[in-house]
């Protein structure tokens, strides 16, 4: 059974910046696609970026793209999404997300497995 564990999220000033991390358990992740998804208040969850465990490929959605990166450490089973530049708007609870056996998605359809999410919060 896999298990994802966020951590990382709290409250930060605009323009201040965050770094989540996703810790991923009960496999070996040597292929498949990792996403960070986010959802606000009121919203639905929306993509925000993905990274593929083998090549470390990348797709971001065009609200964070320049301010967000998302990396991997294959070693640790581990993602993380460094978040800078932050606006008000960035405000919503972020999950992480496994699709082990697929490319890059945008669809949150296409994962398998969530984790609990984190809260992040950035005051204006």
């Known amino acids: 059974q896999v298990q994802l564990v966020e951590s990382g999220g709290g409250l930060v000033q605009a323009g201040g910046s965050l770094r989540l991390s996703c810790a991923a358990s009960g496999r070996t992740f040597s292929s498949g696609t990792m996403g960070w998804f986010r959802q606000a208040p009121g919203k639905e969850r929306e993509f925000v970026a993905a990274i593929t465990w083998s090549g470390g490929r990348t797709s971001y959605a065009d609200s964070v793209k320049g301010r967000f990166t998302i990396s991997r450490d294959n070693a640790k089973n581990t993602v993380y999404l460094q978040m800078n530049s932050l606006k008000p708007e960035d405000t919503a609870v972020y999950y992480c997300?496994?699709?082990?056996?697929?490319?890059?998605?945008?669809?949150?359809?296409?994962?398998?497995?969530w984790g609990q999410g984190t809260q992040v919060t950035v005051s204006s």
């Open positions: 997300a496994a699709r082990p056996w697929g490319s890059r998605s945008y669809y949150l359809s296409d994962y398998d497995y």
